[in-house]
């Protein structure tokens, strides 16, 4: 069973470009979220999906960012005319949280590292 | 109210030695305490977890405390390795709520000498 897949591993956009950012969750697993941690700091939440709906956006910045996991194929973190604050490790978790069983379990991917010049 | 707290933020252990760090929440309502290490260009991983209903747990060289009248947990490893130098953070969350968010703290860069 393949882990939490994320691609690009490394990315790097100038000012202003779109930035593109993949999470394949564990199989069976259709619970998303996206966290971001910036140096030396830990991870913040961003925003959890299950499969065709934003369930909770709370800690995505209000503009240039947005997050879909569409029906079929990966879930996006999509960041806009990106600026150098933007720069930091975003890392997808999935969990497999079923009514009735332990919910909190998130298994990680291996981020992705993007680098605004 | 969301807070949790973590230190020291650095901490160097000899080899053989034990390592503790410590957690605090504010949210009452928290019922799942995992621990996380990661190690250099990974993602975190899941180290150890407890629920608030116990006050110790156990795996192997690691084992988390919890007080929950004080809110705060720790995480003690022990025998502490070379290998086990990396970066821990303490989370929160509501593990009986759906697709609850983990809130974690800052991290603590742990190294262990040889």
């Given at each position: 069973?393949?882990?939490?897949?994320?691609?690009?591993?490394?990315?790097?956009?100038?000012?202003?470009?779109?930035?593109?950012?993949?999470?394949?969750?564990?199989?069976?697993?259709?619970?998303?979220?996206?966290?971001?941690?910036?140096?030396e700091?830990g991870?913040?939440?961003?925003?959890?999906?299950?499969?065709?709906?934003?369930?909770?956006?709370?800690?995505?910045?209000?503009?240039?960012?947005?997050?879909?996991?569409?029906?079929?194929?990966?879930?996006?973190?999509?960041?806009?005319?990106?600026?150098?604050?933007?720069?930091?490790?975003?890392?997808?978790?999935?969990?497999?949280?079923?009514?009735?069983?332990?919910?909190?379990?998130?298994?990680?991917?291996?981020?992705?590292?993007?680098?605004?010049? | 109210?969301?807070?949790?707290?973590q230190s020291p933020q650095s901490l160097i252990v000899q080899k053989g030695g034990i390592s503790i760090i410590n957690c605090?929440?504010?949210?009452?309502?928290?019922?799942?305490?995992?621990w996380y290490q990661q190690f250099p260009?990974k993602?975190p991983a899941?180290l150890i977890?407890?629920?608030?209903?116990?006050?110790?747990?156990?795996?192997?060289r690691f084992t988390i405390?919890?007080?929950?009248?004080?809110?705060?947990?720790s995480l003690h490893i022990m025998d502490s390795q070379p290998g086990d130098s990396a970066t821990y953070f303490c989370?929160?969350?509501?593990?009986?709520?759906?697709?609850?968010?983990?809130?974690?703290g800052e991290g603590t860069q742990l190294t262990v000498n040889p």
């Open positions: 069973n393949a882990g939490v897949m994320q691609n690009p591993r490394h990315l790097v956009r100038r000012r202003g470009q779109e930035a593109r950012l993949r999470c394949s969750p564990m199989k069976g697993h259709s619970h998303v979220y996206w966290y971001r941690q910036l140096p700091e991870l913040k939440f961003m925003v959890y999906l299950q499969k065709e709906n934003i369930i909770d956006e709370s800690g995505m910045p209000k503009e240039r960012f947005s997050a879909e996991f569409p029906k079929e194929g990966p879930s996006i973190l999509r960041i806009q005319q990106v600026v150098r604050g933007d720069s930091a490790a975003y890392f997808c978790a999935s969990s497999p949280w079923a009514p009735g069983t332990s919910g909190a379990r998130q298994y990680f991917g291996p981020g992705t590292r993007l680098t605004v010049l | 109210q969301q807070q949790v707290k605090a929440y504010e949210n009452t309502a928290f019922d799942y305490f995992p260009g993602g899941l977890a407890i629920r608030p209903d116990v006050s110790e747990k156990k795996e192997g405390s919890f007080n929950k009248s004080a809110k705060q947990f989370a929160a969350s509501l593990e009986e709520t759906s697709g609850s968010r983990l809130t974690f």
